[in-house]
Nanobody, 121 residues
Framework: QVQLDESGGGLVQPGGSLRLSCAAS????????MGWYRQPPGKQRELVAT???????NYADSVQGRFTISRDNAKNMVYLQMNSLKPDDAAVYYC???????????????WGQGTQVTVSS
């Protein structure tokens, strides 16, 4: 019913920048929180940043001051601007959205398929 499509990943040198985008589509009535998570190789998935529909943001300590999450409610999109990238930031980045669909009053979480970010010289 709902699809999340991420884009913007790739290879970047340490100190570089990338901007991830995630577009939500489908039978969407309302999206509350949206966020980015990442899963480094051999590790568990972890929170990177979240943003409410009102614009309240939350960041992992490891990215505070380097990453910025934003969203466009009219387009059902969320973005992650990543600056000063470090090798430790390398991971598969996943978009998540908490969605109420048009056919049910129950809110549930949806995930994208992930986009690879590689930080290497």
């Amino acid at each position: 019913q709902v699809q999340l499509d991420e884009s913007g990943g790739g290879l970047v040198q340490p100190g570089g920048s990338l901007r991830l985008s995630c577009a939500a589509s489908g039978a969407i009535r309302r999206i509350s929180a949206m966020g980015w998570y990442r899963q480094p190789p051999g590790k568990q998935r972890e929170l990177v940043a979240t943003i409410t529909d009102g614009g309240y943001t939350n960041y992992a300590d490891s990215v505070q001051g380097r990453f910025t999450i934003s969203r466009d409610n009219a387009k059902n999109m969320v973005y992650l601007q990543m600056n000063s990238l470090k090798p430790d930031d390398a991971a598969v980045y996943y978009c998540k959205a908490s969605v109420v669909v048009t056919t049910s009053p129950i809110r549930r979480d949806y995930w994208g398929q992930g986009t690879q970010v590689t930080v290497s010289s």
